[in-house]
């Protein structure tokens, strides 16, 4: 998939954000804006968008309306937004990350959805994986893909969450513990 554009690959957590209209009583402002920036670059085709075939079958499990479905199968009918098949090289791929991220030191459990996300996007090369995995408050959310960012069993996948187009995080920054929470965290804290 060589294109010259940036190369975004969205888990399901971002295309629920955006089917959904999450807005920033859900996710950070930075966040927020950085999903409508993506739609937009991929609108003017600026960027490529691209994710598993897994993520249709995630997403509609989370009983869209059909003004929802119709908003998904618009963006993928664009020539530069991909849906791919989770082939046997992807599947050799998930099985690899699960097994060398399931060890003694890391105690880190990648599921197998999970796991199918990555190795898409590491086999056809993203410039980057965006998620909200690891932004739920209260860490409700143990598995955290944000922090596997640059490590992805052995492969320097780059795992961000959305940000805005004119304000992209410093690269040592970015993470669950990166500055695009801290709106997030300064609420949490007033709230108690």
Not at 19 to 43: F, Y
Not at 94 to 100: G, M, Q, T
Not at 106 to 132: G, V
Not at 137 to 146: A, F, M, T, V, Y
Request: hydrophobic content about 35%.
């Amino acid at each position: 998939m060589k294109t010259g554009r940036r190369k975004i690959y969205w888990d399901t957590t971002c295309w629920l954000a955006w089917l959904n209209g999450e807005g920033t009583d859900v996710w950070p402002a930075p966040v927020v804006q950085g999903i409508k920036d993506v739609v937009e670059e991929v609108e003017i085709g600026r960027a490529v968008l691209f994710t598993s075939s897994l993520t249709r079958g995630e997403i509609y499990q989370g009983r869209l309306s059909q003004q929802q479905r119709d908003m998904f199968a618009a963006l993928m009918r664009r020539r530069n937004v991909r849906e791919i098949n989770a082939d046997s090289r992807i599947m050799d791929r998930a099985s690899s990350i699960r097994e060398h991220h399931d060890n003694p030191i890391e105690k880190r459990k990648i599921s197998t959805p999970d796991a199918t996300h990555l190795a898409t996007a590491i086999l056809y090369e993203a410039d980057e994986f965006q998620t909200m995995d690891g932004l739920q408050k209260g860490g409700s959310n143990k598995r955290k893909l944000i922090a596997l960012s640059g490590n992805v069993a052995g492969y320097p996948l780059k795992i961000i969450q959305p940000y805005p187009l004119n304000a992209p995080p410093p690269a040592e920054l970015v993470g669950i513990d990166g500055p695009l929470l801290e709106k997030a965290r300064q609420d949490s804290e007033s709230e108690n």
